[in-house]
Every structure is written in C-alpha cells, then in structure tokens.
C-alpha cells in the first residue's frame, strides 16, 4: 500500500467554476430555439471554431461512431441537444422491459447505467433533478446535435455517441467520494460496451491498487482488448496536484489542459505531468443546462476536457482515421499531428510550461476536401508578446 493509496479514494472534485460575469451579455438569446444552433449563428461558440470542430464535422456520415463514455452525475437524455446524440445499446432497445435482453448484467441499460443508484435511468438526480447537472453539460459539450435549430454544436456532433454513466451525486460534491469499486464497475462497463473514448471532467487525490488496476488495463496495458483513450481534466483553482486520473503515467491517457481568456493557461492551472497535454477551452463555453431546452455559460477546466473528448470523437469517426485503432490513432493523429502543432498558448504565462502546450488544434488534419475554414477568421487584434 503505497502512500497514495492511503486515503481510500478521496474526493471526487468536478472542475466547474462558476458562471463567468464577463460573458453574461451573451446570455440573453441562447434560450431562443428559434435559430438554427442559435448560439452558434450569434458567435457564442468560439471555441468549436478555436477547435475547428468544422473538421471534425463530416459532410457524410462517420464511418464508424466513437462512442465517448461520460462520467459524472448523470445527463438528461432528453434535451433537445441530446436525445439524437446518445450511443444506445440495441438489445435492450429492440428487447423487453425489465429483462437484461443484452445479458451484461444490467436490466434496460438503453444509454448507460447509474452506478450510484444502480438504475437505467441515468438523469441527474437529488437537488440535481430537472435542474441543471454537471454531467449534463458535459455531455452536450462532447457531442451536442449540430444543425438541428436549437442550442449548440459541438466538435463530436457528427462523429460521437454519448454514453452516460452516473458515477456521483448531483454536482459531485465535496461530500461525494468518489468510490473505486463504483468507478471500477462503470470503467468495465464502459469498455465492455464500446466505449473507445471515456471522459473524466472531475479529479480525486486517492486511489487504490484495483482503481489503478483498472485505468491500467485500459490506458497502459499493451494490446488490451479494453484499450480506450482516457481523457483527463487538469485542475485549475490552484490545487497542488493534478489528481487521478489525470496523475496517471499511462500511454493512453490524454490531459486536457485549460486555456481561458487570451489564449493563455488558464491561471491557477496545476502542473501536468508531461505527456499527450492538449490544450482546450475552458472559458465562456456555452453548453446544455436544465431539460428540456436550457443552456449556460460556464468556465473551468471540465469544459476543457469535455470538449477535447469531443474533438477526439469527431477526428477519430472521420474517413481519414476511423480505421485506426486506439494505438494508432493515439501515435498518428494526437502524438504525430496535435502535439506537434505550431500553434500554442503564450508560453512564460505560467511559468511551469515554459514550452507552451500545444493546443488540440485539428486544423494540422486539415485535408482537401475538408477545409479550416473557421480556423483562419482573425482574431480580435492584440498587442504582441514580448
Ligand atoms: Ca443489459
Ligand atoms: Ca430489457
Ligand atoms: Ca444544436
């Protein structure tokens, strides 16, 4: 038992921080439904531009949809942004109610399972219930219905599927544990199911030896047959360490790393150990709030890693690459491509990325038929960086 291992698993922490007061103006027309992505067309969304979630969106559809496991308190698979974008599990839709059609262990797991309340129904629930959830949002900025007249679009809207997994209360918590062998049901789940991409927009500072056990078969172990992608928030309110699963060393863990106003990290960000670091936008993102047709504008390193997940879907579903497997494409587009772009945040901001971290820009995947086109808007001028 190693002194990491001390703790149980400490607490489950979701990286949200707040409404962002400088971007309430925006606020007012995001409940109009009568647009087509209405926060889109009014330029809320800058960051599936600053994404280049158009590369990500497919002319046709993907040829073969990443499912993208999403763990939190639960969503609201009935949001309008949602309801069309959700991974769902065809036995249990075309079998009977309340008989495990599909023979996993779980009874009408129709988009996931709620490993709290051990329940099909994966909504957000106590004080969470019809309001708005973490969770939800989460879910909306991975893969949110593009082009459908309401709400927003997200990178993964053509190319993800959503699959809920309620791992924790409403919100999180700091009361909430996050409980091993609840993450450890619901990792095996999600990878049994295929799920290839999972996203965690939450940290916990303890873990154990079969927790560990379990990332590593997914994220480390060599030709695992449950190989998926995990993507990890990195907090940004000044913790001192970047907490699970984040702090893992395993090959197939990507971190997303937040960058708020001006292109910098954003500020209170904990160092990162080094590795797949990706930069992604945590500041004035809009995303799915209350059921059935709310939104909200929030900050935060969880928008970061959500929307990065996303990203990943939306590149990884499309013709170029979806015959890669979890190795390849971790080698071939995140190791070979993302990381190695010349755009990157303002280096010398924080000073223990003196290098800058690259950001998950999916221009770099730009191919002839698919163009960058939002990529290359100018953006508002600035003065140069000494
Ligand atoms: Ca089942
Ligand atoms: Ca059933
Ligand atoms: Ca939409």
């Given at each position: 038992m190693?002194?990491?291992?001390?703790?149980?698993?400490g607490?489950?922490?979701?990286?949200l921080?707040?409404?962002?007061?400088?971007?309430?103006?925006?606020?007012a027309?995001l409940?109009d439904?009568v647009?087509?992505?209405?926060?889109?067309?009014?330029?809320?969304?800058?960051?599936?531009?600053y994404?280049?979630?158009s590369l990500?969106w497919s002319?046709h559809?993907?040829?073969?949809p990443?499912i993208?496991?999403?763990?939190?308190?639960?969503?609201?698979?009935?949001?309008?942004?949602?309801?069309?974008?959700?991974?769902?599990?065809e036995?249990?839709?075309?079998?009977?109610?309340?008989?495990d059609?599909d023979g996993?262990g779980?009874?009408?797991?129709?988009?996931?399972w709620?490993f709290?309340?051990?329940?099909?129904?994966v909504?957000?629930k106590?004080?969470?219930r019809?309001?708005f959830?973490h969770?939800?949002l989460m879910?909306?900025?991975?893969?949110a219905?593009?082009?459908?007249?309401?709400?927003i679009?997200?990178?993964?809207?053509?190319?993800?599927?959503?699959?809920?997994?309620?791992?924790v209360?409403?919100?999180?918590g700091?009361?909430?544990?996050?409980?091993?062998k609840r993450?450890i049901?619901?990792?095996d789940?999600?990878?049994?199911?295929?799920?290839r991409?999972?996203?965690?927009?939450?940290?916990?500072?303890?873990t154990?030896?079969?927790?560990?056990q379990a990332?590593?078969?997914i994220?480390?172990?060599?030709?695992?047959?449950r190989?998926a992608i995990?993507?990890?928030?990195?907090p940004?309110?000044?913790?001192?360490?970047?907490?699970y699963?984040?702090?893992?060393?395993?090959r197939?863990?990507?971190?997303?790393i937040?960058?708020?106003n001006?292109?910098?990290?954003?500020p209170?960000t904990?160092?990162?150990p080094p590795g797949?670091n990706?930069?992604?936008p945590s500041?004035?993102?809009?995303?799915a709030?209350?059921?059935?047709d709310?939104?909200?504008?929030?900050?935060?390193?969880?928008?970061?890693?959500?929307?990065?997940?996303?990203?990943?879907?939306?590149?990884?579903?499309?013709p170029?690459y979806?015959?890669?497997?979890?190795d390849?494409?971790l080698?071939r587009v995140?190791?070979e491509?993302?990381l190695?772009?010349?755009?990157r945040s303002?280096p010398?901001?924080r000073?223990?990325?003196l290098?800058?971290?690259?950001?998950?820009?999916?221009?770099?995947?730009e191919?002839?038929?698919?163009t960058?086109?939002?990529?290359?808007q100018p953006g508002?001028?600035?003065?140069?960086?000494k």
């Open positions: 190693t002194r990491r291992h001390r703790a149980a698993a607490l489950w922490l979701l990286l921080t707040g409404s962002y007061p400088d971007c309430q103006a925006q606020q027309p409940d439904a647009n087509n992505d209405c926060a889109y067309r009014a330029g809320n969304l800058w960051w599936v531009d994404v280049a979630g990500a002319d559809k993907p040829v073969k990443v993208v496991a999403v763990f939190d308190d639960g969503a609201y698979v009935d949001h309008e942004d949602l309801r069309n974008q959700l991974w769902t599990n036995a249990e839709a075309n079998g009977t109610a309340g008989v059609d996993n779980y009874v009408d797991d129709l988009h996931g709620d709290v309340d051990n329940s099909p129904d909504a957000p106590g004080e969470c019809g309001r959830s969770g939800t879910a909306s900025l991975v893969g219905e593009r082009n459908n007249g309401v709400g679009a997200a990178a993964g809207s053509d190319g993800a599927r959503l699959m809920i997994l309620r791992v209360g409403c919100h999180g700091v009361d909430d544990t996050a409980d091993p993450l049901r619901a990792l789940y999600a990878t049994r199911m295929g799920a991409i999972l996203s965690f927009s939450a940290h916990w500072n303890a154990t030896p079969d927790l560990d990332f590593a078969e994220a480390d172990r060599p030709d695992s047959p190989a995990v993507v990890a928030s990195v940004n309110k000044g913790e001192p360490a970047a907490g699963p984040a702090a893992y060393r395993f197939r863990i990507v971190r997303a937040p960058i708020g001006e292109d910098i990290i954003s209170g904990t160092q990162a797949l990706l930069g992604a500041a004035c993102v809009i995303g709030g209350a059921p059935p709310h939104y909200r504008l929030e900050q935060g390193s969880s928008n970061s890693t959500a929307i990065l997940a996303g990203l990943l879907a939306g590149v990884w579903a499309a170029p979806a015959k890669l497997n979890t390849e494409f080698a995140v190791q491509r993302m190695r772009t010349k755009r303002q010398g901001s000073t223990p990325y290098d800058g971290v690259p950001l998950a820009d999916a221009c770099l995947l191919t002839e038929r698919r960058a086109r939002v990529c290359h508002p001028q600035r003065e140069p960086r």
